[in-house]
């Protein structure tokens, strides 16, 4: 199963407040496992690609405490990564 663990927190939908990144890890660590199972290596370097950038990315967040980050925040460091942007513009 791949869900980030932390509850659905539905006290603050709506409110940008929520830090995504356990949940774009999973969903990370899901093309890895599923690209692994299926001999895909083009899903297995989409993950790879996104935990790249969750790495070069979460050094530079001053937080990633609920209500200190953000959404728009967290997504926003994560896709401005150069390895997410290249994933994006080549369609994996």
Wanted: glycine share 10%.
């Amino acid at each position: 199963m791949f869900e980030p663990i932390g509850g659905s927190a539905p006290k603050y939908t709506g409110k940008n407040v929520i830090n995504p990144m356990a949940a774009i890890g999973a969903m990370a660590m899901m093309l890895q496992v599923i690209g692994d199972q299926k001999n895909d290596p083009a899903v297995r370097r989409a993950g790879d690609r996104v935990i790249e950038a969750i790495k070069k990315s979460c050094p530079k967040m001053k937080s990633q405490s609920a209500g200190k980050m953000g959404m728009a925040r967290a997504t926003s460091a994560i896709w401005s990564a150069p390895c997410c942007r290249n994933a994006c513009r080549s369609g994996l």
